[in-house]
């Protein structure tokens, strides 16, 4: 089968067996490197895409599924001129470690941020709480989320 969809604003098609995953068409096809294959059970976010502005592990979602969809990896919102808001907020509390992670949590909270979903402490730990990172604690990524929703400490 051919799956078509919007990928990071372009129409596309890619050809899909029907167990094939969003993340190995991104990766395989497409050559989009950014959602990572982690845990491959939906639990660390390492994978996460947005589709149609809603965060997805890509590592369970069949590729049919974006089929007339609009799918946006890191690549793609890297592109876009809010991303700089988003990577400053990282950088300056220093909250990119070994960096598997950030993609899965800016895109997180792009989604969060887009559904006004990211106004208070509680939506950011709630929200967040599908993105794990394995280096060390939170403190620092939190603090930017913070900072990309404007939410006071």
């Known amino acids: 089968m051919t799956v ?14 029907p167990n094939t995953l969003l993340l190995d068409l991104l ?17 660390c976010g390492s994978c996460t895409v947005l589709v149609d502005g809603g965060p997805v592990s890509a590592c369970t979602y069949l590729a049919h599924e974006a089929a007339g969809r609009e799918v946006l ?23 990119v470690q070994c960096g598997f992670c950030t993609p899965g949590f800016l895109l997180t909270l792009k989604s969060l941020r887009d559904a006004g979903d990211l106004e208070t402490e509680e ?3 709630h929200g967040l709480d599908g993105n794990l990172c394995r280096c060390t604690g939170y403190r620092a990524i939190l603090e ?10």
């Not at 990766?27 to 639990?43: E, I, N």
């Not at 690549?75 to 990577?87: N, R």
């Not at 930017?144 to 400490?153: L, N």
């Open 4 to 17: 078509e969809f919007t990928l990071n604003g372009r129409q596309v098609s890619a050809p899909a067996e």
């Open 123 to 125: 939506d950011i730990r």
């Open 73 to 95: 990896t890191i690549e793609g919102f890297s592109e876009l001129p809010e991303f700089e808001h988003y990577a400053s907020a990282f950088e300056r509390h220093a909250a």
């Open 144 to 153: 930017a989320a913070r900072d990309i929703g404007e939410v006071a400490a």
């Open 27 to 43: 990766r395989d096809h497409f050559r989009l490197t950014g959602a990572k294959r982690s845990c491959d059970v939906q639990v």
